[in-house]
């Protein structure tokens, strides 16, 4: 079945301090194997409002991974086994602006990717792809994010460019001023290259920033630290679940392929010839990249 013709099923990705999503009916963890190895933990399986939802958490259960580690690739291909069309990843960060104060979401347009030791595609020799990411989420999840966040009276940022790192050390002074420079508004750990994946798996991508801290520029922070981050979390996270309970109703309406073009990022990708083709790459891609092979 096509994706146009499919129902939405809506996929989460919880960061640090999101490690379930209590607001599911008829939870179920279940184990989703993947060619690209083990994902982060099994995956939550559930209901909200009749829509089928699918939660895991990025750093597993009880926070075990740290963000180079995850195997991105098999979290990412396991969520399109489970049949999710749109992944909304609720994230924390740190801050480049001063209005952009802790207890802020800001739903992320822009990434700048600073990783340096991550497997980066599920392509590589024997079938080459090259998709675009000159708009690297998803716009019309953003809008519905967005909608929903006014609406439970969220303080809400529009458009922001995330710089993301590799950590799992948080950056020096100078890395930091250096970013700031560069028109960054948050920075965080994890979201390269999850959204290059979810693009390459065409899934739809939005991010939610959770703002946790100002970062080391602040001239009233010198450090950050873990447990100013959680305490913010935690008290974020009332906010982050109704957001999800109010977006998913309103995704469940989507009756056609994703108006943005998420579902047909790999038109046009594949540059390998079909006589060239290694067989073994194509099997292991056969969720990732079936509709197209
Ligand atoms: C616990 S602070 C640093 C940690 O938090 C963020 O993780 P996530 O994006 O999964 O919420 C940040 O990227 C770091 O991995
Ligand atoms: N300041 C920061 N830098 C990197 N990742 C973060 N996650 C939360 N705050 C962060």
Redesign the pocket.
């Known amino acids: 079945m096509s994706v146009s013709s499919s129902k939405p099923i809506i996929g989460v990705i919880g960061g640090?301090g999101v490690y379930g999503l209590d607001a599911l009916e008829d939870k179920h963890w279940r184990t989703i194997e993947s060619p690209f190895g083990q994902p982060s933990d099994d995956l939550l399986f559930g209901t909200l409002d009749g829509v089928q939802m699918v939660f895991l958490p990025r750093h597993g259960r009880g926070h075990r991974i740290p963000p180079a580690e995850v195997n991105y690739r098999a979290n990412i291909d396991a969520l399109k086994r489970a049949g999710v069309t749109e992944i909304i990843s609720v994230s924390?960060?740190?801050s480049f602006e001063k209005e952009l104060a802790p207890g802020t979401f800001v739903i992320i347009d822009q990434f700048i990717d600073r990783t340096i030791d991550r497997k980066k595609s599920f392509f590589g020799t024997g079938l080459v792809a090259h998709i675009s990411m000159a708009n690297p989420v998803c716009s019309r999840l953003g809008d519905k994010l967005e909608d929903a966040a006014r609406q439970v009276g969220i303080s809400v940022h529009r458009g922001g460019t995330y710089l993301a790192?590799e950590?799992p050390q948080?950056?020096s002074l100078a890395e930091s001023e250096l970013y700031r420079s560069w028109g960054c508004q948050v920075?965080?750990?994890t979201n390269m290259p999850e959204a290059k994946l979810a693009r390459e798996a065409e899934m739809c991508y939005a991010t939610v920033a959770m703002v946790?801290?100002y970062?080391c520029w602040h001239p009233d922070h010198d450090a950050?630290e873990v447990l100013t981050?959680i305490e913010v979390l935690m008290k974020n996270g009332e906010k982050a679940r109704s957001l999800i309970e109010t977006v998913v109703p309103v995704l469940k309406g989507r009756a056609t392929a994703c108006s943005a073009g998420c579902h047909h990022a790999l038109d046009n990708a594949l540059i390998t010839a079909p006589e060239a083709r290694d067989p073994v790459l194509m099997k292991k891609l056969a969720a990732v990249a079936g509709r197209v092979l």
Do not use: L
């Open positions: 640090s924390a960060c740190g790192m950590g948080f950056s920075i965080g750990m946790t801290d970062d950050v981050i």
